[in-house]
């Protein structure tokens, strides 16, 4: 059992950063991953990582502003967000992919563990 540990959510006003943390019991995972779900949203895609070599993936709505990195002497993935929009508003979850899946890192269904949530708010 991964046990996932995510912090650095908060209060922002639009145009800011923050990072986000989350640190793993162990690195059993081949990949780690972020989503976000906004009220009355379905989870979306963030970003994710491979422990070993140096594939990320990003979605969309993110791409250019937000930046996947990880420590693996600390078992821990950051997800630093710059330029932040009122609708980045969610509640930002870590995830890790104990073995790969046949759906895409994208799809919530190819993480087998998750964290329980960071609240990160955009005011305009």
């Known amino acids: 059992q991964v046990q996932l540990v995510e912090s650095g959510g908060g209060l922002v006003q639009a145009g800011g950063s923050l990072r986000l943390s989350c640190a793993a019991s162990?690195?059993?995972?081949?990949?780690m991953g972020w989503f976000r779900q906004a009220p009355g949203k379905e989870r979306e895609f963030v970003a994710a990582?491979?422990?070993?070599?140096?594939?990320?993936d990003y979605g969309d709505s993110v791409k250019g502003r937000f930046t996947i990195s990880r420590d693996n002497a600390k078992s821990t993935v950051y997800l630093q967000m710059n330029s932040l929009k009122p609708e980045d508003t969610a509640v930002y979850y870590c995830?890790?992919?104990?073995?790969?899946?046949?759906?895409?890192?994208?799809?919530?269904?190819?993480?087998?563990?998750w964290g329980q949530g960071t609240q990160v708010t955009v005011s305009s």
């Open positions: 162990e690195r059993t995972s081949t990949a």
């Open positions: 995830a890790a992919q104990l073995h790969p899946t046949s759906v895409s890192y994208s799809d919530p269904r190819s993480m087998h563990y």
């Open positions: 990582i491979r422990w070993l070599g140096a594939w990320t």
